[in-house]
């Protein structure tokens, strides 16, 4: 009998993808190639054997999910938000906390945004998560870097069209007033904003799966938000049990620069609580054996 088998692609997008120069289209504005804005080593090759994998492998997944990073220009976590002590800009990759901002060393451009960004600012720290990163600007809704890696995105669409499915496409992070890593729930959600809420609805339709393949970027942020947010609700509702469904293709997913030890603690803390780590070259036969299996009932 054919098993539910479902992928879910966490951010697969130009933007996070160290890719090569025949990738990089032309801007027709400045003439100047396109770039991409916070690439992360490892990421092409990583796109490429999720494409692989979905090419070879198509006819026995049962569904595909995508999350999209999907940001306004203007955002907390962007510089365009931010203003130095000396009127000068924050430089991408500047920590920001409200202790920071109390003491005026950053402020937001916006003076009226000082008392929700500080609201922000605490409440995020409380959660003892993450600090307030600045990232370049990036996956910005509309843009060529928001776009999927065309490898991936071809291999879904031949998918699509095999399997006569919809590759669901979720986006997160267009709330300007706090991160969203997760792809399930924002870091500090809105009560005002049903987007950046606990995503029960979705998280519940991947329970229905006898098999989550997770992989994406970037495993120290995105990838680690949201399985993180995915395992514990897992374990609540069903019993620690259920996180074995779930599997880290981990050729298929790599860190942001500079923060490797907290995505080899992220690996390490989902083994212990029984996610499954495999390889792209794991996977695949259980996805011909579930092809195998529905050409047999089918048959």
Known sequence: MKRNL???????????????????????VSRQPLAPSLPVPGAHQDMLRVAGLIN????????ISVTLDSHHRFDIAHPTYWIAADGAPVAPFTEISAADVRAQRYLPRHPGGLPITLNYLDRLEAAGRYKLMVWPVHCEIGSWGHNVHADVRAAYGHWEEAALGIVAKLAKGSNPWTEHYSAVQAEVPDADDPDT????????????ADRIYVAGEAGSHCVKATVEHIADYFAAEYGPASLAKLVLITDCISPVTGFDAQYQAFLQAMQVRGVQLMTAADVLPELLDNAGSAEAVSA
């Open 197 to 208: 809420q606990f995503n029960t609805r979705f998280v519940r339709g991947l329970a229905e």
């Open 6 to 28: 479902h992928l879910l692609l966490i951010d697969p997008q130009n933007d996070f993808c160290d890719l090569p120069a025949g990738y990089l289209p032309t801007d027709p």
């Open 56 to 63: 070879r492998g198509r006819a026995g997944l049962s569904a």
